[in-house]
């Protein structure tokens, strides 16, 4: 394998077997809600069992799991009774081919896109396209089956998309399936979480991150999967992503930093500073901003609950850098150093301030708390 697939492509799903079992229990069973929520962190596979669901349905809409076809009119021709165990579909399925290249007449998909000037992508998912696709499903399926709606972000409805949506949740049309992935549900309105039926998914296991990104990115080195898996919190997107922002690069930089302590090594923070603050580098200042919190946050998890960090995927070599700072202060000013840091972080963005300074007064922060605690 090359690279990541897009959800609608990616014939594999990894750590989630409960959430499909349970979608294939309700099929089986011929009581299919006709509304799914399917949430969790970003980048562990939401999106793609919310299309392993849908590509399944399509392959079986000939009839309902439970409808009664009467006697075979062969002996030899009778159909199967034992019930799928898997909602895997071959790759070179019809439905799966069409839905993989999105020309698949019965299932819709909504996203945010681009926007009309085709520079920037699009905040919101505004109410036309909710509505067209109410249009599309009132209509006769295609292939005489299911008609399925994915809208993948649906915490970015913008007031008059999410009220459409539940209005369509409220009066679905016969078979007829809305997959709803949101990475943050409590933006929803409580009447559409109240309406579907929720999958919760967990992030992955280290083991798991570290096998994708094996299979993903063969190009990366084993200590450097090491760090991915690290950083990426059980979400092989967030480490994709990490893989091609330099994180591991920062996060070694970081860390070269961190053991400079309580001696804040002002030519090396500048270094960082400015690699993370270029005009044109706002992947790497959103990597560098989650990388020093989530280590703070590590490290007061490994004072305060005696949490083995090997356990979050880190190397021997950066588990002793980070448990050396707990050497350095106490728990509670490191908490008090995290939250200013995250604050000053949000400031940055909010008020447009100058992200080098603002990373300079980050690290010098961590500089004073060191020389206040020893």
């Known amino acids: 394998m090359t690279g990541p697939l897009l959800p609608r492509e990616n014939p594999d799903l990894f750590g989630h077997d409960a959430a499909e079992r349970q979608f294939l229990d309700a099929w089986s069973s011929g009581r299919l809600h006709h ?9 562990i596979g939401k999106a793609t069992l919310a299309y392993r669901f849908a590509r399944f349905l399509l392959a079986n809409s000939s009839r309902p799991p439970t409808e009664d076809v009467g006697p075979a009119l062969f002996d030899d021709d009778e159909l199967p009774t034992v019930a799928p165990d898997s909602l895997a579909i071959d790759p070179e399925h019809p439905v799966f081919r069409r839905v993989a290249a999105n020309g698949h007449a019965d299932l819709q998909s909504i996203e945010r896109g681009m926007s009309d000037d085709g520079k920037r992508m699009q905040t919101i998912i505004p109410v036309d396209k909710i509505r067209a696709a109410g249009h599309a499903m009132s209509l006769t399926a295609g292939e005489g089956g299911w008609r399925i709606i994915i809208v993948d972000g649906a915490e970015d409805m913008n007031p008059n998309a999410a009220n459409a949506l539940l209005k369509m949740l409220e009066e679905p049309p016969p078979r007829a399936i809305l997959l709803l992935i949101s990475h943050a549900p409590g933006r929803l309105l409580p009447t559409i979480r109240s309406r579907c039926r929720q999958l919760k998914l967990s992030p992955l296991e280290n083991t798991a991150v570290a096998a994708l990104i094996a299979s993903y990115r063969p190009d990366i080195p084993k200590d450097d999967r090491s760090t991915l898996t690290s950083l990426a919190d059980g979400s092989i997107g ?53 990388i020093a919190s989530r280590s703070l946050c590590d490290l007061v998890s490994a004072g305060t609950r005696n949490i083995d960090l090997a356990s979050r995927g880190y190397t021997p070599e950066e588990a002793q850098s980070l448990m050396r700072l707990t050497t350095l202060a106490d728990t509670s000013s490191w908490i008090e150093v995290w939250e200013k840091n995250n604050e000053l972080f949000a400031r940055a963005d909010s008020a447009n301030l100058d992200r080098k300074q603002v990373m300079i007064s980050a690290l010098t922060a961590m500089e004073n708390t060191t020389r206040t605690g020893v």
């Open 238 to 290: 967030r480490a994709l992503d990490l893989a091609d922002s330099e994180g591991v690069l920062l996060m070694r930089m970081l860390l070269g930093i961190f053991n400079g302590l309580p001696d804040l090594n002002m030519e090396a923070a500048h270094k960082f500073a400015d690699v993370v603050s270029k005009r044109d580098a706002d992947n790497a200042w959103r990597t560098a901003t989650e």
């Open 35 to 43: 509304g799914w929520l399917i949430t969790g962190p970003k980048g």
